[in-house]
């Protein structure tokens, strides 16, 4: 088997310098306290605020459950306006809180709410906004605000991509009511399961503390219809120890997708996404969009790079509306949502994570240029590296 025929996966998690994880084990194990926000969950917590630059946040055991309570602490009911170009979660979080989603279109580019398109959705039962920022990439955050205020309605931002993402050096899970994060393990950022919730006064802060851990306020007081939500120590003690690499993780992704982007440049049919201007990226996902100008199908390519060990991901496809769940649902039409569905129908994401070798981008690179058997673009191939 040569090098390259290993099986490459659209992500594979970085994980801490395991001495170092076993150091804090060794503290767990001695004082025995393994949950029920400890000294590690309390730590990191601290460290969090500092490293994103937030006021407030508040940790939990994944990023659906950060968001199910999010929709709880602002008392959400009714409808709220959301994407369908998402992972399933953002709309689920909103049916296990009885909720309706209504789903409207994105922008044709990066794949976000269309934020000219959210008003004409309003009805009377709306009450809040929840777009996600795909890819990390940064919604049009002060149109939909001004929307927002102007209807009455809150805003949570699903910001699962956006761990340390900054707009003009401000982090966007400023952004909104409440942000939610996930670090599960395929995230750019993880804790193996895990999430937060960003927000901007310790009384929420304190109301969302008491709904991750049944209501509890004392040994005997509770004080609120809570849920069991809450960080556990070993992934918050993991978590401290990531926060340390991130930096040169960011760096290293940052690279793959400069270089990916270069050699795709000058291929027929294929769009990468470029950096928002004043926005410092996590390059958490690598997406490329299949048009009719490329030689094979989407899904035709997916599966080619699938024949030689290459598994992309189609993020996101199905789209949510498109569910058996929700495609019922009025705003669910095809006719109300050809971006999205465009979108969906023409995304694949390449492989990115900071071990992924370039050995491995090359070959995922001319797999995709292999088609053309195009002189010049194989001769920029090997110039590149
Ligand atoms: C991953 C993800 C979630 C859910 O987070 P988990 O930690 O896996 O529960 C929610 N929304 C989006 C957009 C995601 O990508």
């Given at each position: 088997m040569k090098e390259t025929d290993?099986?490459?996966?659209?992500?594979?998690?970085?994980?801490?310098?395991?001495?170092?994880?076993?150091?804090?084990?060794?503290?767990?194990?001695?004082?025995?306290?393994?949950?029920?926000?400890?000294?590690?969950?309390?730590?990191?917590?601290?460290?969090?605020?500092v490293y994103l630059g937030v006021?407030?946040?508040?940790?939990?055991?994944?990023?659906?459950?950060a968001l199910m309570t999010a929709i709880q602490a602002l008392g959400l009911v009714g409808e709220v306006i959301t994407t369908p170009y998402s992972f399933v979660a953002?709309?689920?979080?909103?049916?296990?809180?009885?909720?309706?989603?209504?789903?409207?279109?994105?922008?044709?580019?990066?794949?976000?709410?269309d934020s000219d398109k959210i008003e004409k959705a309003i009805t009377e039962k709306t009450t809040a906004i929840l777009p996600v920022h795909v890819y990390g990439n940064p919604c049009e955050h002060d149109k939909?605000?001004?929307?927002?205020d102007k209807h009455n309605l809150k805003l949570?931002?699903?910001?699962?991509?956006a761990f340390r993402?900054?707009?003009?050096?401000?982090?966007?899970?400023?952004?909104?009511?409440?942000?939610?994060?996930?670090?599960?393990?395929?995230?750019?950022?993880?804790?193996?399961?895990?999430?937060?919730?960003?927000?901007?006064?310790?009384?929420?802060?304190?109301?969302?503390?008491?709904l991750k851990n049944f209501g509890f306020a004392g040994e005997t007081s509770i004080v609120a219809p809570g849920i069991n939500a809450k960080m556990n120590e070993l992934q918050a003690a993991?978590?401290?120890?990531?926060?340390?690499?991130?930096k040169d993780h960011?760096?290293?992704r940052q690279e793959i997708s400069f270089k990916y982007r270069e050699l795709l440049k000058n291929i027929k049919g294929i769009r990468c996404l470029e950096d928002v201007d004043h926005v410092s990226h996590n390059y958490s996902y690598f997406p490329i969009f299949v048009d009719k100008n490329y030689l094979l199908t989407r899904d035709e390519l997916y599966h080619k790079l699938k024949d030689n060990n290459i598994f992309g991901r189609r993020y996101f496809y199905p789209l949510i509306s498109d569910l058996s769940i929700y495609k019922a649902l009025p705003s669910a039409k095809h006719s109300n949502l050809t971006k999205a569905k465009k979108m969906a129908e023409q995304v694949i994401c390449l492989p990115i994570y900071p071990e992924l070798e370039h050995i491995y981008t090359k070959k995922i690179v001319s797999i995709i240029i292999d088609n053309y058997n195009d002189k010049k673009l194989s001769t920029n191939l090997s110039h590149f590296y």
């Open positions: 290993h099986k490459i996966f659209v992500t594979q998690p970085t994980l801490p310098n395991l001495d170092e994880f076993v150091g804090a084990l060794t503290q767990i194990w001695g004082s025995k306290r393994i949950t029920n926000i400890g000294q590690f969950h309390q730590e990191f917590e601290k460290q969090l605020t006021k407030y946040i508040s940790l939990f055991a994944n990023g659906t459950l953002t709309a689920h979080s909103l049916w296990w809180n009885k909720i309706k989603p209504v789903f409207v279109d994105v922008d044709p580019v990066y794949g976000n709410l939909i605000k001004a929307i927002a949570i931002y699903d910001a699962a991509h993402v900054e707009e003009n050096g401000n982090s966007i899970l400023n952004y909104g009511d409440l942000s939610i994060l996930s670090f599960h393990a395929t995230k750019v950022f993880n804790t193996i399961e895990g999430g937060a919730i960003i927000c901007h006064d310790e009384q929420t802060k304190q109301q969302i503390d008491y993991y978590g401290i120890l990531q926060l340390k690499a991130f960011v760096k290293k």
